[in-house]
C-alpha cells in the first residue's frame, strides 16, 4: 500500500513502524474472511482492510479521529486472527495499538464513554479496587433488568453486572516449596484474576512444584498493562510494564529461566513489552530481555514429561483456542498435548479461530457484538459435547462461563486435578467429583 507520511511525521518512531506496516499491506483481503466483526456485520469498515485504510488516513492527515472511525477501531477486538491470515505479514496489532492512542489523544468521547472508560482503567488494573467493584456488581444483580433499560449507559452497565460472579471463590491452600529445584521461574500474579480465580495460579505453582520448578518471589510486580494498553492508555499502559521489568530485572540478575504467565492476553502483553518500551533508553533492553523470557504456562509446561495421572481422566473436554493464545503467541497445539498427556480427550471446536467475544474490556464496551459471538462460540463448543470446557485465559472462561452449560475451567487447573491437585472449583457436584 502506497503511503504519503512526511518526514516530519516519519521521525516520531511510533509514526515510522506504522508506515512501515501499512506499506506491508496489498490490500488482498484475505484477512477479512476471519474476522469476526466483518463475519457478523458484513461491512468493509468492520473488516481488517477496512480498519487499514480508515488508519492510514487518520494518520497521515494527522487530525483528530472522526466519529466513525473511531466507531469501527473501537468494534475491532484485538483478536489478531487477521494477522494468522495475511499472507504479507502484515503487524496488524502493533498498528491499532498506534492508532487506539492516536484516538485517546486526539478525540473527545461522550461523556458517558469517557466516564465508564476511566473507571475500568481506574478499577481493572489494581485487585483491591477490582475485589469492591465485584461485590458491588454482586449486589445488583437483581437489579440488572433495571439497570439494562438506563438510557446510554444500560446495556454497558448490565454486561459488567453479568460478568460479576455469584460468589467470591474460596481461598486456595498455599502451593508447596520446592526442596532441590531443577528451574527458578517467576509467575505474574496479574490483576484481574487473583481477584477472579485465585486457583489457577495457585494450581500452576503445584504442577510447576512436581516438576521441581521453583517460583521465585516477585511481590512487586502488578497489571501487565493490557487493560489500559487496549483502550489507548499509553503512558499508564508503558507505567505497569516499567514496574514489571523492574521487579523481573532483580530477579533475572538473580538467574531465571522463564517468566510464566497463566492469563494469555497478559501474555501477548508481557511479549511485547521489548516493542512498548523500545523507545526507552532506560528500559529498552530490560523489556527486550523480560520479553525473551515470557512464556505462556503451557508452553512452558510442554518441555517437560507429562505428569502421571493419578485421576480417572478420559473425559472429553472441548478446548477453546483464546484469540491471545493461537494468533497473539501462535500457541495452538501445546496446551491441547499437555492435555492429552494428561488422560483427557481434547476435542477442537469448530470455527476454533474466532473470538468469544471476551477480547480485554470488549465485552463491557461493545457487549451486543461480545454476546453475540460468545453464544456463536457455545453454540460451536456444543457441538463437539464435552463435559467442560479448557481454556487458558481469564477473559475467555469468565465470558463462557456466563451461558455456558458445561463448567470453564484453565488447562492448568485440570492438569494440577490429573495428577493430585484439587478438583477445579468449576467442576465440584459434576460428574468429575465422581471420577475423582
Ligand atoms: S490479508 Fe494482509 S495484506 Fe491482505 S488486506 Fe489483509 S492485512 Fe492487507
Ligand atoms: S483484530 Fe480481529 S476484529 Fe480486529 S480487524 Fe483483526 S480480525 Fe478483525
Redesign the pocket.
Known amino acids: 500500500m502506497q503511503t504519503g507520511f512526511s518526514l516530519a511525521q516519519l521521525a516520531d518512531p511510533d509514526m515510522a513502524t506504522s508506515e512501515k506496516i501499512l506499506r506491508a499491506c496489498v490490500h488482498c483481503g484475505f484477512?477479512t474472511a476471519?474476522?469476526?466483526?466483518?463475519l457478523l456485520l458484513g461491512d468493509e469498515l468492520d473488516?481488517?482492510r477496512g480498519?487499514i485504510y480508515l488508519i492510514k488516513n487518520m494518520l497521515e492527515n494527522g487530525a483528530p479521529a472522526t466519529p466513525q472511525v473511531v466507531k469501527h477501531i473501537d468494534r475491532?477486538?484485538?483478536?489478531?486472527?487477521?494477522?494468522t491470515t495475511c499472507p504479507s505479514g502484515v503487524h496488524?496489532m502493533h498498528l491499532?495499538d498506534h492508532a487506539r492512542a492516536h484516538i485517546e489523544r486526539a478525540y473527545t468521547r461522550g461523556f458517558a464513554d469517557r466516564a465508564l472508560r476511566a473507571a475500568l482503567a481506574a478499577i481493572l488494573p489494581h485487585p483491591a479496587r477490582f475485589r469492591w467493584a465485584l461485590a458491588a456488581a454482586m449486589l445488583a444483580k437483581p437489579l440488572r433488568p433495571l439497570i439494562a433499560a438506563l438510557p446510554v449507559v444500560g446495556a454497558r452497565l448490565s454486561a459488567m453486572i453479568a460478568l460479576a460472579p455469584r460468589r467470591f471463590p474460596a481461598r486456595p491452600a498455599p502451593a508447596p516449596i520446592v526442596a532441590a529445584p531443577r528451574a527458578r521461574v517467576a509467575l505474574l500474579e496479574g490483576c484481574a484474576q487473583p481477584v477472579l480465580a485465585p486457583s489457577i495460579n495457585l494450581a500452576a505453582r503445584r504442577v510447576l512444584a512436581r516438576h521441581g520448578v521453583e517460583v521465585a518471589p516477585t511481590g512487586r510486580q502488578g497489571c501487565c498493562g493490557a487493560l489500559t494498553h487496549h483502550m489507548g492508555r499509553e503512558a499508564r499502559a508503558l507505567d505497569f510494564a516499567r514496574a514489571n521489568v523492574d521487579a523481573w530485572t532483580a530477579e533475572i540478575d538473580q538467574g531465571l529461566d522463564a517468566i510464566l504467565i497463566t492469563a494469555s492476553g497478559c501474555g501477548t502483553t508481557v511479549k511485547d513489552y521489548g516493542h512498548m518500551l523500545r523507545a526507552d533508553p532506560a528500559y529498552a533492553a530490560k523489556a527486550a530481555r523480560v520479553s525473551a523470557l515470557a512464556k505462556d504456562i503451557s508452553e512452558y509446561l510442554a518441555g517437560f514429561d507429562p505428569l502421571p495421572s493419578i485421576r480417572r481422566t478420559g473425559q472429553p473436554i472441548a478446548y477453546h483456542s483464546a484469540c491471545s493464545l493461537q494468533h497473539g503467541q501462535k500457541i495452538v497445539d501445546a496446551p491441547k498435548r499437555l492435555l492429552r498427556g494428561a488422560g483427557f480427550v481434547t476435542k477442537d471446536v469448530p470455527e476454533g479461530h474466532i473470538?468469544c467475544g471476551s477480547a480485554g474490556v470488549y465485552n463491557i464496551l461493545q457487549p451486543e457484538l461480545a454476546t453475540r459471538l460468545r453464544d456463536r462460540k457455545l453454540a460451536n463448543i456444543a457441538k463437539t459435547r464435552p463435559m467442560a470446557i479448557a481454556a487458558g485465559n481469564i477473559g475467555c472462561i469468565t465470558q463462557l462461563a456466563i451461558a455456558a452449560s458445561v463448567p470453564v475451567t484453565h488447562t492448568v487447573e485440570l492438569l494440577d486435578w490429573a495428577s493430585g491437585g484439587p478438583l477445579p472449583e468449576a467442576l465440584r457436584g459434576t460428574r468429575f467429583d465422581a471420577d475423582a
Open positions: 484477512c476471519t474476522c469476526p466483526t466483518y473488516s481488517p480498519r475491532c477486538l484485538s483478536c489478531l486472527s487477521c494477522m496488524y491499532v473470538c
